[in-house]
């Protein structure tokens, strides 16, 4: 049965970091690239941040380039996000999934505010 569990998300002023994790089970994980979606309160999940199977192709939307960091380790079959510099508009649920399939996680709650 496939898994995937995200956790780390929270409350963070603006200007913090958060880490998110994303741990799997159920499949070949190192076969797969792994992303990170996000959905805010009324609108359409968006793509966050995408990372090749063997880690070293990594891309991102516009709006978290140079603040937010995937990464993975094949080893514990888990994917990171990495959040820097955080602003109100990073607020939303955070979920991360193997790309090309339809296996997600249950998501994880981010909301930055003072």
């Known amino acids: 049965q496939v898994q995937l569990v995200e956790s780390g998300g929270g409350l963070v002023q603006p200007g913090g970091s958060l880490r998110l994790s994303c741990a799997t089970s159920?499949?070949?994980?190192?076969?797969?690239?792994m992303r990170w979606y996000r959905q805010a309160p009324g609108k359409e999940r968006e793509f966050v941040a995408h990372?090749?199977?063997?880690?070293?192709?990594?891309i991102y939307e516009d709006s978290v380039k140079g603040r937010f960091t995937i990464s993975r380790d094949n080893r514990k079959a888990a994917v990171f996000l990495q959040m820097n510099n955080l602003t109100p508009e990073d607020t939303a649920v955070y979920y991360c999934?193997?790309?090309?399939?339809?296996?997600w996680g249950q998501g994880t709650q981010v909301t930055v505010s003072s």
């Open positions: 999934r193997a790309a090309m399939t339809e296996w």
């Open positions: 990372i090749g199977p063997d880690g070293v192709n990594a």
């Open positions: 159920g499949f070949t994980f190192r076969d797969f690239a």
